[in-house]
């Protein structure tokens, strides 16, 4: 890691009712914004920094990924985003997430090899599956199983092992896209189809998702490559809300399997990974390119809930430039297969729409990597409810290389973040007899009440109050 803690740049917080004034040291990364190092505000001033959606907030240093959302760049390890897509493949991007540098040819052939070796999952898992309800979301399934996966490899879940952390690396590669496919099939109620060598990565995804014993699937070079290439666009994110949750499972010393089953179920959700999914629906909702003007207005409403998924971006303050070469993808595989679908014409309008309209303008609302993926998605056949797999599939690279960048972090602390406590003032119990009951309220006949004042009466026969006044007589 490398240690940008040296520094003789500081910032002053001063306490304007006393006059006290701590100095901060500020940190300067390669790139970006710099930091200011507020662990000592605590101890030094007796006050916590407040930061709801830690929205200014670094929680790490980190050398994977770098985004600006103004330029709307994307570097992972220092390589742009547009030339990883364009040059490399998805298990070579893994490789450099993973180990800092592309490989060599040499590095690569071992590197795929051992992926390849890990693809199959123990037999258990299809037993473990049936578990589920026959028409379950995959997604529900893929974060239990994966969950579940730390029960079959007690061998190496040291997680202050090198070698085990490579290893559980691998296997989660590995594994992921044969758990992704056989988790769609069984909500499809079709046998799961078992990884073949021959196939590079994407294809035996789609072969594993596709095949059946009944015919021989020939899996589309077209569409393993931009499946290759949506890999790669999906792989890491920096300090996303998943990949957070993987870093905060992890500091507590979880092993990966868990750590990334929970960033899974934070990926699920429509603001973040499940807006791919949310895309399709709120297009379909929509239906015609005339109905448009009437949900962009909606969107605007803050009193309706209706959001423009897949736009806006925490980051992004520009077009997020995955989604720009997404949406290159889709155009090229419009003019190849031609149409993408009524709903392509929708996306396209609505983004035409949307950017020209005031209000997303001024907020810097742009299209994010999930508003044209589903389209792409669908035209490649994989159905809405894998769009948000598909999504943990790739981003499985992201959260391993952060949690083992985080597990052998130096600064590594459990994360424990803290609060403002605006809750009740301290008070004493009371016997529940003694509390007082809601005027009318029954069930007490006898029984003692007691107001807030600290006066009794007996309730009457019927359990009621006493029909002379509400309440204590001195009250
Ligand atoms: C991903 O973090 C990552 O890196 C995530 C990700 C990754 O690769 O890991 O990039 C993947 O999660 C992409 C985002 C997918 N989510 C969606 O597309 C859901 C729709 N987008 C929004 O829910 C929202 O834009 C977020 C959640 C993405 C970002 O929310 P922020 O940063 O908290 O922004 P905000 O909610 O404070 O919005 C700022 C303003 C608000 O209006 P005002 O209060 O200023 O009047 O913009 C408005 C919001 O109401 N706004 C939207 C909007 N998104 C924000 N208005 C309409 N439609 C939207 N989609």
Same mark, same amino acid.
């Given at each position: 890691?490398?240690?940008?803690?040296?520094?003789?740049?500081? !910032? #002053?917080?001063?306490?304007?009712?006393?006059?006290?004034?701590?100095?901060?040291?500020?940190?300067?990364?390669?790139? *970006?914004?710099?930091?200011?190092?507020?662990?000592?505000?605590?101890?030094?001033?007796?006050?916590?920094?407040?930061?709801?959606?830690?929205?200014?907030?670094?929680?790490?240093?980190?050398?994977?990924?770098?985004?600006?959302?103004? &330029?709307?760049?994307?570097?992972?390890?220092?390589?742009?985003?547009?030339?990883?897509?364009?040059?490399?493949?998805?298990?070579? !991007?893994?490789?450099?997430?993973?180990?800092?540098?592309?490989?060599?040819?040499?590095?690569?052939?071992?590197?795929?090899?051992?992926?390849?070796?890990? #693809?199959?999952?123990? $037999?258990?898992?299809?037993?473990?599956?049936?578990?589920?309800?026959?028409?379950?979301?995959?997604?529900? =399934?893929?974060?239990?199983?994966?969950? &579940?996966?730390?029960?079959?490899?007690?061998?190496?879940?040291?997680?202050?092992?090198?070698?085990?952390? $490579?290893?559980?690396?691998?296997?989660?590669?590995? +594994?992921?896209?044969?758990?992704?496919?056989?988790?769609?099939?069984?909500?499809?109620?079709?046998?799961?189809?078992?990884?073949?060598?021959?196939?590079?990565?994407? $294809?035996?995804?789609?072969?594993?998702?596709?095949?059946?014993?009944?015919? +021989?699937?020939? !899996?589309?070079?077209?569409?393993?490559?931009?499946?290759?290439?949506?890999? =790669?666009?999906? &792989?890491?994110?920096?300090?996303?809300?998943?990949?957070?949750? !993987?870093?905060?499972?992890?500091?507590?010393?979880?092993?990966?399997?868990?750590?990334?089953? %929970?960033?899974?179920?934070?990926?699920?959700?429509? %603001?973040?990974?499940? %807006?791919?999914?949310?895309?399709?629906?709120? @297009?379909?909702?929509?239906?015609?390119?005339?109905?448009?003007?009437?949900?962009?207005?909606?969107?605007?409403? +803050?009193?309706?809930?209706?959001?423009?998924?897949?736009?806006?971006?925490?980051?992004?303050?520009?077009?997020?430039?995955?989604?720009?070469? =997404?949406?290159?993808?889709?155009?090229?595989?419009? %003019?190849?297969?031609?149409?993408?679908?009524?709903?392509?014409?929708?996306? @396209?309008?609505?983004?035409?729409? &949307?950017?020209?309209?005031?209000?997303?303008?001024?907020?810097?609302?742009?299209?994010?990597?999930?508003?044209?993926?589903?389209?792409?998605?669908?035209?490649?056949? =994989?159905?809405?409810?894998?769009?948000?797999?598909?999504?943990?599939?790739?981003? #499985?690279?992201?959260?391993?290389?952060?949690?083992?960048?985080?597990?052998?972090?130096?600064?590594?602390?459990?994360?424990?973040?803290?609060?403002?406590?605006?809750?009740?003032?301290?008070?004493?119990?009371?016997?529940?007899?003694?509390?007082?009951?809601?005027?009318? $309220? #029954?069930?007490?006949?006898?029984?003692?009440?007691?107001?807030?004042?600290?006066?009794?009466?007996?309730?009457?026969?019927?359990?009621?109050?006493?029909?002379?006044?509400? *309440?204590?007589?001195?009250?």
């Amino acid at each position: 890691m490398n240690d940008q803690k040296t520094t003789k740049h500081t !910032v #002053t917080v001063t306490n304007n009712a006393t006059g006290q004034a701590l100095e901060l040291p500020v940190y300067t990364g390669t790139h *970006g914004t710099p930091v200011v190092d507020t662990r000592s505000m605590h101890s030094k001033m007796g006050m916590f920094t407040y930061d709801p959606g830690f929205k200014s907030t670094a929680s790490c240093s980190s050398e994977i990924t770098y985004i600006d959302g103004d &330029a709307g760049v994307l570097l992972y390890r220092g390589y742009p985003i547009e030339e990883l897509a364009e040059k490399s493949c998805y298990l070579e !991007v893994c490789y450099l997430l993973l180990y800092g540098e592309l490989p060599t040819a040499t590095q690569f052939d071992e590197f795929r090899q051992m992926i390849t070796m890990h #693809t199959m999952v123990n $037999e258990g898992l299809k037993d473990f599956m049936r578990g589920f309800r026959h028409d379950a979301h995959p997604m529900s =399934i893929l974060v239990g199983v994966v969950g &579940a996966l730390g029960s079959f490899f007690h061998d190496s879940l040291d997680i202050h092992d090198p070698r085990h952390q $490579e290893i559980s690396a691998h296997r989660l590669i590995a +594994k992921m896209p044969t758990i992704a496919a056989a988790s769609f099939r069984y909500s499809r109620g079709e046998p799961p189809v078992y990884p073949r060598n021959k196939y590079c990565y994407a $294809e035996n995804f789609l072969n594993m998702m596709f095949s059946y014993p009944t015919y +021989k699937y020939e !899996v589309d070079p077209d569409h393993s490559r931009v499946l290759d290439k949506l890999l =790669i666009l999906h &792989a890491d994110h920096e300090q996303n809300a998943s990949t957070s949750t !993987v870093r905060l499972a992890g500091s507590s010393l979880a092993n990966p399997f868990a750590a990334i089953s %929970a960033g899974i179920g934070a990926l699920w959700g429509p %603001a973040h990974g499940g %807006a791919n999914e949310a895309v399709i629906k709120m @297009l379909e909702q929509i239906g015609h390119p005339r109905e448009i003007a009437r949900y962009v207005e909606r969107a605007k409403d +803050k009193d309706d809930p209706f959001r423009l998924m897949g736009f806006g971006h925490r980051v992004y303050k520009n077009y997020d430039p995955r989604a720009k070469l =997404i949406r290159i993808e889709a155009h090229a595989l419009l %003019a190849k297969h031609g149409r993408l679908g009524p709903l392509f014409e929708t996306a @396209l309008e609505l983004e035409r729409i &949307a950017l020209e309209d005031e209000y997303f303008l001024e907020r810097k609302l742009y299209p994010n990597v999930d508003f044209y993926s589903g389209l792409i998605y669908r035209s490649i056949g =994989i159905p809405t409810s894998m769009f948000t797999v598909l999504f943990a599939m790739a981003r #499985t690279i992201g959260w391993i290389a952060q949690w083992k960048e985080m597990i052998n972090d130096p600064e590594r602390v459990i994360g424990r973040p803290r609060q403002l406590y605006v809750g009740p003032a301290q008070r004493s119990f009371h016997p529940r007899l003694e509390r007082g009951h809601i005027p009318g $309220e #029954t069930g007490c006949a006898g029984r003692k009440h007691r107001c807030s004042h600290g006066h009794e009466w007996p309730g009457d026969k019927n359990g009621q109050r006493k029909a002379k006044g509400e *309440g204590c007589d001195d009250c």
